[in-house]
């Protein structure tokens, strides 16, 4: 289960109450460089998500098709191509997966 938080300031030291909760299957596959970094291959499929505001339901849905992406970690950096299911045209297959990683924007583990 992924849970997400949402806040308002750059600090995430005051929450909107906004909540995303999905169940999500993670399969990490094949290696190589991309973008200078040691990434994977990553597969994300959402069995089901809820999108809650203070603690009310306001949206959810089920079975999302699975998404196919690369990531790279060093320490405690993550990195994604950056693409999402809002993006125009969706990846949906292996073969359109992304070849570079967005190196401008990344997660950093608290």
Same mark, same amino acid.
């Given at each position: 289960?992924?849970? &997400?938080?949402?806040?308002? *300031? %750059?600090?995430?030291?005051?929450?909107?109450?906004?909540?995303?909760?999905?169940?999500?299957?993670?399969? /990490?596959?094949?290696? %190589? +460089?991309?973008? @200078?970094?040691?990434?994977? $291959?990553?597969? +994300? &499929? +959402?069995?089901?998500? @809820?999108? &809650?505001? *203070?603690? *009310?339901?306001?949206? %959810?849905?089920?079975? $999302?098709?699975?998404?196919?992406?690369?990531?790279?970690?060093?320490?405690?950096?993550?990195?994604?191509?950056? /693409?999402?299911?809002?993006?125009?045209?969706? +990846? /949906?297959?292996? *073969?359109?997966?992304? &070849?570079?990683?967005? /190196?401008?924007?990344?997660?950093?583990?608290?």
């Amino acid at each position: 289960y992924d849970v &997400t938080n949402f806040y308002s *300031d %750059s600090g995430c030291t005051t929450a909107t109450g906004l909540v995303k909760t999905s169940q999500t299957r993670y399969a /990490l596959g094949g290696s %190589s +460089i991309i973008s @200078e970094k040691n990434a994977y $291959e990553i597969d +994300i &499929t +959402i069995n089901s998500w @809820e999108l &809650t505001q *203070d603690g *009310d339901v306001v949206t %959810s849905g089920t079975n $999302e098709p699975t998404q196919y992406d690369v990531v790279a970690v060093e320490g405690t950096t993550l990195f994604t191509s950056g /693409l999402t299911r809002a993006d125009p045209g969706p +990846i /949906l297959t292996p *073969d359109d997966r992304p &070849t570079t990683l967005d /190196l401008a924007n990344f997660y950093t583990r608290q």
